[in-house]
């Protein structure tokens, strides 16, 4: 008997290589999950974590503005020493009643509140208080320290804020604090050369020559040069001992009528202590184009016109000078005095009439204008001069002198005398009055008080011996030889 076999049902080759892979997939899927998870959960963790520190650091920012606004707001109401003025409160001027800052914390109220501060100081600096509140300048200090710790951490390009920082520094003399946010203003407007002035104006103020010179070479760069600015290089350059660097600087200053008499007279002082008088002349006539009615210019030409002896010259420059000038005033006298000693008196006698009539309590300059009319044998005005003169200062032995000198040219022998001794009590050393004083005895007729006097002058200067034999009435004393006249009459 044959037995048959019932065929049982197979699964295809191909089926459990399929199931492996879908498994394989699912279990590749499910690994991809939990790696997202986790990345995921990191994620969240690290924005927590970095909100947390942002919300700490507005948290402390809200604070130290908070702080900072109280701050300013006690010093507007801080009782000022009792030696200065009052100063209005720290608000700012624009500002309308009634309108209070935004919160505390947000960029206006930063901006807002270093506007008002340096508002407020400027009032402060104006009034004179500043310097003698140095707590409440200690404090305005401080809080600009704080902003510029906000502004280096978190940097920007905001210009107005950062100039009103840099006023605020300039504003309290702080060069270091000032150059740290002009760098700041530079670097978003390098074009700024007026910014670079100011804060290179303030460095040679506070003797940072080095450090202001690298602003001031920035500020005088470019086709829209301040004047000003290229005096300030010079300055800087000058007291940095670059002489030359100096000098080509004052050149370019020349160019300009808002500087160059400033640049001629530096120029000028430094061109006649070198000796260098071409150079000199090239420079005012250079500037004589530019500011043809400077009197600085006119002072400088005449200052060379003595140095070289040019007189006439010197003479017509006179009338365009500053009369409350004192270097001016200074080389006028010497003008004179060089035209009295070279015998020139009319020109001395003009330009004497000038300084007298510029500053009429000058005793000297009366004294030498009595000494030019005395020349020229206008004898009365001559003795009114020296009176003038003894008037502004009794003291003037010179003057008194003098005085006595015209009052013998004018026969009053006895106030001659008289003169004659008060210059002597005030100066016992001068020879030409006991000179003088024993000529008139002589032609008063009292010859042993005029011999007296003779000899004391003669002792104190023995050239006068030859002068003395010229003089007639001293013939009866130095030809007697020890005789005596007859009679001597009494001093009158």
Not at 101 to 106: I, K, Q, R, T
Not at 230 to 239: K, P, T
Not at 475 to 482: A, E, K, N, S
Request: glycine share 6%; net charge negative; proline share 5%.
């Amino acid at each position: 008997m044959q037995t048959r076999h019932t065929p049982t049902p197979s699964t295809p080759p191909e089926q459990p290589a399929a199931d492996a892979r879908d498994e394989l997939v699912y279990r590749k899927i499910n690994q991809l999950s939990a790696v997202q998870l986790a990345v995921g959960i990191i994620l969240g963790l690290l924005l927590v974590i970095v909100t947390i520190l942002v919300t700490g650091r507005l948290r402390n920012v809200n604070e130290r503005i908070a702080r900072l606004e109280a701050r300013v707001n006690n010093l507007a109401d801080r009782p000022m020493p009792t030696d200065a003025a009052p100063s209005p409160p720290l608000r700012p001027a624009t500002t309308a009643p009634g309108v209070d800052l935004p919160p505390a914390g947000s960029a206006e109220s930063s901006a807002i509140l270093l506007t008002r501060t340096v508002a407020a100081l400027s009032a402060r600096i104006a009034d004179g208080s500043t310097t003698r509140d140095a707590r409440w300048r200690s404090d305005v200090l401080h809080l600009l320290e704080e902003l510029e710790t906000e502004y280096a951490r978190s940097p920007t390009d905001d210009l107005p804020t950062a100039r009103t920082a840099l006023r605020a520094a300039l504003l309290l003399r702080d060069f270091d604090l000032a150059q740290r946010w002009c760098s700041r203003v530079l670097a978003v407007d390098p074009a700024d050369a007026g910014t670079a002035a100011e804060v290179a104006r303030l460095g040679l103020a506070v003797g940072q020559y080095a450090k202001a010179l690298p602003l001031a070479r920035i500020a005088t760069q470019g086709d829209k040069i301040d004047p000003p600015a290229i005096m300030v290089r010079a300055s800087i350059e000058g007291a940095l001992g670059a002489v030359e660097q100096r000098d080509r600087s004052l050149g370019r200053a020349l160019e300009f009528e808002q500087t160059a008499p400033e640049a001629v007279a530096l120029l000028s002082a430094g061109l006649l202590a070198r000796g260098d008088y071409a150079r000199l002349k090239q420079v005012l006539e250079k500037a004589e184009r530019v500011v043809p009615e400077s009197a600085v210019v006119r002072r400088e030409s005449l200052a060379l016109a003595l140095v070289t002896g040019d007189l006439d010259r010197g003479v017509g420059l006179i009338e365009g000078l500053d009369s409350e000038d004192e270097r001016s005033a200074g080389l006028q006298q010497e003008l004179g005095q060089t035209l009295l000693r070279q015998g020139r008196y009319r020109q001395a006698l003009q330009v004497y009439q000038r300084i007298t009539r510029q500053r009429p309590t000058e005793a000297r300059s009366f004294d030498a204008l009595g000494v030019a009319l005395l020349a020229l044998m206008r004898t009365t005005e001559a003795e009114a001069a020296f009176a003038e003169a003894i008037s502004l200062d009794r003291t003037n032995a010179r003057a008194w002198y003098h005085l006595g000198v015209a009052r013998a040219n004018l026969d009053n022998l006895s106030g001659a005398v008289e003169a004659l001794d008060a210059s002597l009590s005030w100066d016992r050393q001068r020879a030409e009055a006991h000179f003088a004083r024993a000529v008139c005895l002589a032609r008063m007729g009292d010859h042993e008080a005029a011999e007296q006097s003779l000899q004391q002058a003669l002792a104190l200067d023995a050239g006068l011996m030859e002068k003395a034999t010229e003089v007639a009435a001293f013939q009866l004393i130095l030809g007697g030889q020890g005789a005596e006249p007859a009679t001597r009459p009494p001093r009158k």
